[in-house]
């Protein structure tokens, strides 16, 4: 595609709900990351996939948190029993590869915990 | 301490003037520094990436890096009001972190005011 997109582009949730968020990375690109970002703060990796692997999940907050990507293309990243604490802007992002530095980020998903 | 440290600012400057925006880092083996753009409720864009010391212009803006220091600033020459947004400084890791994960700072609030 032109773009990573990414899906939906806002989510409203209960606490204690489960919630998906879809990350779809530009055609070619092989690595995908997932980062989060809270109100006024930086942003946090969470995520790194290569392919459909995972090699650094170092960043998951907790068991709760949980992400697969399938055909080295599509990515999601699951939120078990959501927190308010989750409440945040979660961005994807795609490069060539694993050696490239160049991120290319997707508008993100607003989500709020209720 | 954090690993990268921004000023949140808001840093705000008149049309024209230089915008000066800095950061520092913890990780002394850190090679490769990068500046994103994010404007309000946009994903974050790359503008400069920067892996020498010295200095590293394109166009109106200039990234400065000086690792002994482990500091890097980014200067935006004859500032316009379209520059106002946030900006985020990234460092990528050293020690062996072979792959794009980006650390980021929690980003400068700059405002370009006519």
């Known amino acids: 595609g032109a773009g990573v997109s990414q899906s939906p582009s806002n989510k409203v949730t209960e606490k204690g709900k489960d919630v998906e968020l879809r990350c779809d990375p530009i055609?070619?690109?092989?690595?995908l990351y997932w980062y989060r970002q809270s109100l006024g703060q930086g942003l946090e990796f969470l995520i790194y996939?290569?392919?459909?692997?995972?090699?650094?999940k170092s960043g998951l907050p907790s068991d709760r948190f949980s992400a697969e990507r399938t055909g080295g293309s599509v990515s999601t990243l699951t939120i078990q029993r959501t927190q308010q604490e989750d409440s945040a802007v979660y961005l994807c992002?795609?490069?060539?590869?694993?050696?490239?530095?160049?991120?290319?980020f997707g508008s993100g998903t607003q989500l709020s915990v209720l | 301490q954090k690993e990268v440290e921004q000023n949140s600012g808001p840093l705000s400057v008149p049309e024209g003037a230089i915008a000066s925006l800095n950061c520092t880092y913890s990780?002394?083996?850190?090679?490769?520094f990068f500046w994103y753009r994010q404007y309000s409720g946009k994903s974050p864009e790359l503008i400069m990436s920067?892996?020498?010391?010295g200095d590293k212009e394109d166009g109106r803006f200039t990234a400065q890096l000086n690792k002994a220091s482990q500091y890097v600033s980014l200067l935006i020459r004859d500032s316009q009001p379209s520059d106002s947004a946030t900006y985020l400084c990234?460092?990528?890791?050293?020690?062996?972190?072979?792959?794009?994960?980006?650390?980021f700072g929690q980003g400068t609030i700059l405002t370009v005011h006519p």
């Open positions: 992002a795609s490069s060539l590869g694993p050696t490239n530095e160049k991120l290319f």
């Open positions: 055609s070619g690109h092989t690595a």
């Open positions: 996939f290569q392919g459909n692997s995972a090699p650094d």
């Open positions: 990780d002394r083996v850190s090679q490769s």
């Open positions: 920067i892996y020498s010391n």
């Open positions: 990234a460092v990528k890791g050293g020690g062996g972190t072979s792959y794009g994960k980006l650390t």
